[in-house]
Nanobody, 112 residues
Framework: VQLVESGGGLVQPGGSLRLSCAAS????????MRWYRQVPGQEREWVAT????????YSPNSVKGRFTISRDNAKNTVYLQMNSLKPEDTAVYYC??????WGQGTQVTVSS
């Protein structure tokens, strides 16, 4: 069982990134999928949730209107489209299958 995030990197403020989370060893279609982020020394912060069928998505006010979570169950992959990035979005981003399985994280750095 594995979740592998990709797509992180360095971007200027106002820029965009698209993160991917590819699953193997299990089928994501049975799980709500979530993205979290964490800055060293701080608690992990929930970023977005998408229900198993993709019908509903949820996100906190800190990213609402800027971040969009989506999924492709046929590809066993979840995405996080991040627009209008701010320096405070800098963190390691993790995906999770309903808190059961976790990826290793991908670094996102927003800086000029």
């Amino acid at each position: 069982v594995q979740l592998v995030e990709s797509g992180g990197g360095l971007v200027q403020p106002g820029g965009s990134l698209r993160l991917s989370c590819a699953a193997s060893g299990f089928t994501i279609s049975s799980y709500d999928m979530r993205w979290y982020r964490q800055v060293p020394g701080q608690e992990r912060e929930w970023v977005a949730t998408i229900t198993a069928t993709g019908t509903n998505t949820y996100s906190p006010n800190s990213v609402k209107g800027r971040f969009t979570i989506s999924r492709d169950n046929a590809k066993n992959t979840v995405y996080l489209q991040m627009n209008s990035l701010k320096p405070e979005d800098t963190a390691v981003y993790y995906c999770s299958a309903n808190g059961v399985f976790w990826g290793q994280g991908t670094q996102v750095t927003v800086s000029s």
